[in-house]
């Protein structure tokens, strides 16, 4: 579930909705995917890495391949709830030694895309993950001061 999270990078109410089709097909965990987002209203594609894959191809051994189950089943025949989800994620936080109140269930979200923001400054790559409708919103969830667009523009040789 954590490793998914880092690469899905949805939401917290996207991620826990996630069915066994969303990554599951013809008989194997697939490279990419695309969701719908609810609070966007639009697709959202992301990869899954090898890593993460044959952590899924487990998973998918205990849960089984009913493409119409969740991924992480709660009660009855529902998902695991928001608040499980971040009770999951608290508890991994804390098992790392990190403080449990600096991360979040959101973080899963940031993480990605704040690495692949600092090794290649492209914000419009983010923008398309991340699902943002304006290169503004993402430059805000990013936190992308004028002091980080001036150090890109004095890499750029011309």
Known sequence: MFE??????????????????????NGRV???TAVFQRKTK?????????????KL????????????????????????CVRQYARFIRKCIELAGLDP??????SM????????YRATGNLRAVQLLLGHTSIAST????GVEVEDALLL??????
């Open 153 to 158: 523009s004095e890499q750029v040789q011309i």
């Open 4 to 25: 998914l999270a880092i690469d899905s990078k949805l939401r917290g109410c996207d991620f826990v909705r996630l069915k066994v089709r969303d990554v599951f097909s």
């Open 139 to 142: 430059t805000r969830y990013l």
């Open 109 to 116: 979200r940031r993480t990605k895309v704040a690495q692949l």
């Open 30 to 32: 697939r490279d990419r």
């Open 101 to 106: 109140y600096a991360y979040a269930t959101h």
């Open 57 to 80: 191809e487990a998973w998918l051994q205990v849960l089984g391949t009913d493409p119409d189950d969740y991924l992480f089943p709660g009660s009855g025949s529902s998902h695991v």
């Open 42 to 54: 639009r697709s959202v594609q992301f990869e899954i890495s090898p890593r993460t894959r044959a």
